[in-house]
């Protein structure tokens, strides 16, 4: 079954588990949360939550896929669940993979658009369900709130594999981030599509 939908809570687990198989080579992930496995749990959720509260995940299947979305504006509002999603994290890992997440952020923020977009901030197919056309369905949506607004999407990917399958998607625009120690890693911009 293919049909895509909102997130509620009774899929955090599924989708939890999705996105830590999904990323478990990912070299962006290595770089931030290393290799321990309750570590990727509590980055994971931590990714998960606010977006789910704010209605921007969606699924296939039992989160046989997922895309995590945020709606950025120049001046986005404060999130306190966000906020405090993040306070927790770091209280979970501590303060070296704390400052592995900062450093990734650092290295991505002067690149970052500089006008609205929705961000795909997470996009992970189960192993199990690869090559189904999955990721491809549950980006639609996505795509769709950002052409109601006018909007590009804008995403940051640290694999060329990843890179090639989003450019298929028309994900152009790329721009290289580089940073000492850092994996190589793209932003790539999406024009909306009226």
Known sequence: MN???????????????????????DPAWAFIVGDDPEHRLAFART?????????TVWIVGDADAVAMWDRR??????????DAAWRDYRGAVGEIAWEQLEAYEDALGPLAPARPHWYLGVLATHPRA????????????????????GWD??????????????????FTGSRPITAPGFPPTWWLQRPHQA
Request: hydrophobic share 40%.
């Open 73 to 82: 504006g120049l001046t986005d509002p404060p999130d306190p669940l966000r």
């Open 3 to 25: 049909e895509v939908r909102l997130a509620t809570q009774d899929d955090v687990d599924a989708i939890v588990s999705t996105v830590v198989d999904a990323f478990a080579d």
């Open 47 to 55: 990714l998960l939550l606010p977006r789910l509260a704010l209605g």
């Open 130 to 149: 690869q090559g189904r056309g999955l990721a491809t369905a549950v980006l639609q949506p996505g795509f769709s709130a950002a052409a109601s607004d």
């Open 153 to 170: 999407c804008w995403l940051e990917t640290s694999t060329t594999g990843n890179k090639a399958f989003y450019e298929r998607r028309g």
